[in-house]
């Protein structure tokens, strides 16, 4: 249950009627609003945060093998009168740049996602995540962010994603990608309630709700 103290207030009724309108200027006393024990649990954020990075990569694979076979087909139909010898070594020559075309997909995909769709690539998109500079929750991530976080999941791929444990093992659940860029994720239902809280022009006072965003410890403001 949501418990809220106002320092002057004769009556409760009266004061739940005002905080649905804004109220500055209504009291110069601060108020405070402290969030209900049933708060997101960061488990189940991180578990999406798992299921949006294997979508991801799942369409990163389609997308390269999609560009494999489509210049196959442009083989077989622009250079048809190439003997099927000649063909199989440009299949085979293409298999050995495959690892090439592969990279470049990748950190292609992860980058323009983040830098030309606010934070968001189509994984977090289905799982209702969004990735966020550590500075703000209402700024969009740089291109150095974008590149760095791209870097970092990168190198978590390539050498086995290993680095991606840290996640499971910090409470926080941030990871080697959050450190590394400077940048951590939210959930959009944690960016609604920060809004919200904004908004009302109250204060969390349970800054565990969002422990991935160092910015909620900012959210204390008093009412004018």
């Known amino acids: 249950m949501t418990k809220i103290f106002p320092s002057e207030c004769l009556f409760r009724p009266l004061f739940d009627y005002f905080l649905r309108w804004p109220i500055s200027g209504m009291m110069n006393e601060r108020q405070t609003l402290t969030i209900p ?30 560009l ?30 495959q690892f090439l075309t592969l990279t470049l997909v990748f950190n ?22 969004r990735v966020l500079p550590n500075h703000s929750t209402s700024e969009e991530l740089s291109a150095r962010e974008c590149v760095t976080r791209t870097m970092s999941y990168f190198i978590c791929w390539f ?42 022009g109250l204060s969390a006072t349970n800054n565990d709700l969002f422990p991935e965003d160092p910015v909620s410890i900012r959210f204390s403001r008093k009412v004018s």
């Open 108 to 129: 292609g995909y992860f980058f323009l996602s983040y830098y030309l769709n606010k934070g968001q690539s189509p994984g977090k998109i289905a799982f209702n995540l």
């Open 159 to 200: 050498v086995g994603f290993w680095p991606f444990a840290l996640s499971f093992i910090r409470k926080d659940s941030k990871g080697f990608p959050d450190f590394l860029s400077n940048s951590h994720v939210c959930s959009i239902e944690e960016l609604e309630m920060l809004a919200s809280l904004e908004d009302s």
């Open 68 to 97: 494999h076979l489509s210049f196959m087909s442009f083989v077989d139909t622009y250079f048809f009168h190439f003997t099927n010898q000649i063909k199989s070594d440009i299949s085979f020559n293409l298999l050995s740049i």
């Open 37 to 66: 024990k049933e708060k997101v649990e960061r488990r189940s954020i991180l578990k999406r945060r798992v299921y949006a990075f294997t979508l991801d990569l799942t369409l990163i694979f389609l997308v390269n093998k999609a």
